[in-house]
């Protein structure tokens, strides 16, 4: 074993790699995979080290119905812990770090140009535009990259839909359990209230719609992410606030 894996993880080690455990699909989670190798060169650690290390955050996912390894380390625990409780403020926090990392903030071309509007600063609007990539490309992962009604797998027609709307909820507008992957179509209606998913996943269609388009997929089972699967509060809110029964 090399130096580079023997050495103790860090807390701000951690926060990088559980930034990317949520960022790349579950099944590829490999040595091979250059995110890792990437991420392995910052850290001056082997791809391997990283690829084990969140193979071990796949063991205290809930979210997993499959299990990955299971030498976890207290810390390991106690970061993941505050990830779980928090995932706005931590996954905030450990974007900076990976910004620091880099050299430069990963601020997505496919969103909107910034503008500047009364009472927000361009650092406020910089970091909203961030964490609206940052959730869209962890909701795209765990859909693997398709809508989760249709099947679409065209990422240009895909968006990381929020459940309980992002102005609604903003301790919970980064936590992928609050998320649906859906097609332009599709994100449009679930946003209106014209189309909402039931407890046991199933498109709900409201009778306010008439267009086959959505009616179509009225009790359709939905395909549930790898990772990350529905938080069922957030969709008896959609439900009750959102949906135009």
Not at 132 to 151: A, H, P, V, W
Not at 156 to 181: F, Q, Y
Request: proline fraction near 4%; charge should be neutral.
């Amino acid at each position: 074993m090399s130096d580079t894996e023997r050495k103790l993880w860090t807390r701000d080690e951690l926060l990088l790699a559980i930034n990317l455990y949520c960022k790349i699909p579950f099944g590829r989670i490999h040595y091979k995979n250059p995110e890792i190798i990437e991420l392995a060169n910052k850290l001056g650690r082997t791809p391997g080290s990283i690829s084990y290390k969140l193979a071990n955050f796949s063991s205290l996912d809930p979210t997993l119905d499959r299990k990955g390894a299971a030498n976890v380390s207290k810390l390991d625990k106690e970061v993941w812990a505050e990830f779980y409780d928090n995932w706005e403020e931590k996954l905030s926090e450990s974007e900076s770090k990976l910004a620091e990392l880099k050299g430069a903030l990963d601020i997505p071309e496919e969103l909107p140009e910034l503008e500047i509007t009364e009472g927000k600063t361009r650092e406020a609007i910089v970091k909203t535009r961030v964490n609206q990539g940052l959730f869209r490309k962890i909701i795209l992962s765990s859909y693997d990259e398709k809508c989760c009604i249709t099947g679409i797998d065209n990422a240009e027609l895909l968006i990381a839909s929020h459940i309980v709307p992002w102005s609604r909820d903003t301790k919970n507008r980064l936590n992928p359990m609050n998320g649906v992957c859906l097609n332009a179509l599709h994100d449009r209606a679930f946003d209106k209230g014209l189309i909402t998913i039931s407890e046991d996943y199933r498109v709900v269609v409201s009778k306010k719609v008439k267009h086959e388009l959505l009616l179509k997929y009225n009790t359709a089972q939905i395909s549930l992410p790898s990772r990350f699967r529905p938080d069922q509060n957030f969709l008896k809110f959609h439900r009750n606030e959102i949906f135009r029964n």
